[in-house]
Structures are given as structure tokens and as C-alpha cells.
Antibody, heavy 118, light 104 residues
Framework: EVRLVESGGGLVQPGGSLRLSCVAS????????LNWVRQAPGGGLEWVAN????????NYGPAVRGRFTVSRDNAKNSIYLQMNSLRVEDTASYYC???????????WGQGHLVTVSS | ENVLTQSPGTLSLSPGESVTLSCRAS???????FAWYQQKPGQAPRLVIY???NRAPGIPDRFSGSGSGTDFTLTINRLEPEDFAVYYC?????FGRGTTVEVK
């Protein structure tokens, strides 16, 4: 069974940092790109970042570039999202999702809420 | 920047009716990168259609996708109660804002 399980969210003050993790199982981790997609409360989907299977290509959406860093540890079947200089508008559920290159996101984790508030 | 515009924003329908959702891109899209997702309240999105026309595993055949270039559609024939949800289109890193299919 394919599984993606996010963790590490919670409440943080503006300007603070948080690190999300996503652990994968049930598939060959190194065959897939891994993505972070977020959804503000009551809002739509926004792609945040992704990372190539070998970890040597990273891409970011304009809203997070320079503040967020995506990484992966293929030995642990895990990806991470280091979020710095957090803003109120970063409040969202963060999903990890897999795909092969430019193909569709064919499996998603259950999501994890990050709340940025004073 | 490619913008995906979904219409309408909300549809109110009854089970058994059929519906076609639209997604229009501001620039030509590679069909191989075009997808539709279904999201129900409190759940993660679920892939419905990939590469514009292919049903994802486990998706019933009442769902079908079509289109190319800048215009794409998702058709659901004879809505079942479990089909009422928000549907998002996607191309590469861009998502549309979603169409809500709600019970009339």
C-alpha cells in the first residue's frame, strides 16, 4: 500500500521556522519526484516546491522562494520542507505528493496543518 | 505565467445528472502534463484524470477527460452521491481555482 505521511506542523509565530517531514512507503521512493502542495483554509491548491529523485534539482514557487528549502533523504524514504521567515499567509495544510517528472501528482499524503499566528 | 481558469465556480446538481467542467489555460498546455483532481471536505486531493484523457486507477468510467491546447473538460456522467466534491485542474505547477459540484 502506497503511503505518504506528513508530520511536523503546528503553530508558529510570524518570522519563525518550522520543518515538515513526509515519510513514504509502499513504492520505490527513488523512482519519483516529490512535491509539496499547500492549501490555505477554505482556499485552493498552491504548488510550493519539488525535488528530483536524486535530490539534485529543486524547484520553488514564487511565494516561498528564498524562505523555504526542500530536501530528501533517500535512505530514509523521506522528504523535508524547511520553512523559515514564516508569514501569516503561509498558514495552510501542507501536502506531500509524488509524481514522475512533469506527470500528474498520482498520490498525496493526508496533509498537515501549519498555522502562523501571533 | 500560465493561468488556468475553471468555470463555473459552483454547480448545483442532482444525483443522476451529468456535468461538464471546463478549464481554460491562458497559454497552450502540453496535454501530457494536464490533470484533474477531486477533493472532498477534510480529505487530500485525489487524481481523477491524467494526461488530459486517462482515468487514474480506481476511477469509475463515468468520469472522462478531453481537450488539448488551451481548452480542457472533465465530464461526469450520471452523478453518484460520492461525486459531489471540488474539482481542480492542473498543468505543471499551476492549479485552477476549482469548481464545486454540490447537491441541489
Amino acid at each position: 500500500e502506497v503511503r505518504l505521511v506528513e508530520s511536523g506542523g503546528g503553530l508558529v509565530q510570524p518570522g519563525g521556522s518550522l520543518r515538515l517531514s513526509c515519510v513514504a512507503s509502499g513504492f520505490t521512493f527513488t523512482d519519483y519526484w516529490l512535491n509539496w502542495v499547500r492549501q490555505a483554509p477554505g482556499g485552493g491548491l498552491e504548488w510550493v516546491a519539488n525535488i528530483r529523485p536524486d535530490g539534485n534539482e529543486l524547484n520553488y514557487g514564487p511565494a516561498v522562494r528564498g524562505r523555504f528549502t526542500v530536501s530528501r533523504d533517500n535512505a530514509k524514504n523521506s522528504i523535508y520542507l524547511q520553512m523559515n521567515s514564516l508569514r501569516v499567509e503561509d498558514t495552510a495544510s501542507y501536502y506531500c505528493a509524488r509524481n514522475r517528472g512533469s506527470e500528474a501528482l498520482d498520490f498525496w499524503g493526508q496533509g498537515h496543518l501549519v498555522t502562523v499566528s501571533s | 505565467e500560465n493561468v488556468l481558469t475553471q468555470s463555473p465556480g459552483t454547480l448545483s446538481l442532482s444525483p443522476g445528472e451529468s456535468v461538464t467542467l471546463s478549464c481554460r489555460a491562458s497559454q497552450t498546455v502540453d496535454s501530457r502534463s494536464f490533470a484533474w483532481y477531486q477533493q472532498k471536505p477534510g480529505q487530500a486531493p485525489r487524481l481523477v484524470i491524467y494526461a488530459a484523457v486517462n482515468r487514474a486507477p480506481g476511477i469509475p468510467d463515468r468520469f472522462s477527460g478531453s481537450g488539448s491546447g488551451t481548452d480542457f473538460t472533465l465530464t461526469i456522467n450520471r452523478l453518484e452521491p460520492e461525486d459531489f466534491a471540488v474539482y481542480y485542474c492542473q498543468s505543471h505547477i499551476k492549479f485552477g481555482r476549482g469548481t464545486t459540484v454540490e447537491v441541489k
